[in-house]
């Protein structure tokens, strides 16, 4: 069965630093969303891409947050200089026409 | 601002009866409900969804439940194995909006 993969499980950076968690999305998906979980917290909604732009983001998507499709294959989120409240589990999703979004395992972030 | 409310934290059931798993939400423009499992360390997966002009949803031993006038879901699970064992998030989706809104979740423990 396809499923949403993600690399690194586990990634760990300085504060100040950039980091980008990569997504390989289910291959004939068209909507890609990127969601995050504090430890403790709830899911929240970051961003949704769809056609080459983002369709939807929310408050939390601010100005050190860019999402990119680079080729055919990959989705990425980039934090340009990384927070210590943006250490959290980061989960890509994608889904086709239909409105279930399926997610994969995540990417630990663990800023110091 | 909670607007997806899963009030129980935890439920413990015993094999072979039934889970109910309660969700209540605030906000009238949600039109499309979706009910996710997850496992420690992995993604959220997708278990059963509903459309908001339907009030039943059943696949194998899942069944969603919506009563609009309520604003209220649950989810049952019959019967309950030791595989449910995990926590389950409702999410709920603005009509022409992408991004989905989670519950804080609820711990399902199945007891031998």
């Known amino acids: 069965e396809p499923e949403v993969t993600q690399t690194p499980s586990h990634q760990v950076t300085q504060m100040g630093q950039e980091v980008i968690l990569r997504c390989v999305p289910i291959s004939n998906h068209l909507y890609f969303y990127w969601y995050r979980q504090i430890l403790g917290q709830k899911v929240e909604f970051l961003v949704s891409f769809y056609n080459n732009e983002i369709s939807e983001k929310s408050e939390i998507f601010d100005d050190q947050f860019s999402v990119e499709r680079p080729d055919g294959s990959n989705f990425t989120l980039k934090i340009r200089s990384t927070k210590l409240e943006d250490s959290a589990m980061y989960f890509c999703a994608s889904r086709l026409a239909q409105y279930t979004q399926y997610f994969g395992p995540g990417t630990r972030l663990t800023v110091l | ?112």
């Not at chain 2, 889970?19 to 423009?29: P, V």
């Not at chain 2, 649950?74 to 194995?81: D, F, G, K």
């Open chain 2, 1 to 112: 601002d909670q607007q997806v409310k899963q009030n129980s934290p935890s439920l413990s059931v015993q094999e072979g009866r039934i889970s109910i798993l309660n969700c209540d939400y605030t906000n009238s423009m949600f039109d499309y409900f979706l009910w996710y499992k997850k496992y420690p360390a992995e993604g959220p997966t997708f278990l059963i969804s509903i459309s908001s002009i339907k009030d039943k949803n059943e696949d194998g031993r899942f069944t969603v439940f919506l009563n609009k006038s309520a604003k209220h879901l649950s989810l049952h699970i019959v019967p309950s194995q030791p595989g449910d064992s995990a926590v389950y998030f409702c999410a709920a989706r603005i009509g022409g909006a992408d991004g989905l809104t989670f519950g804080k979740g609820t711990h399902l423990i199945i007891q031998p």
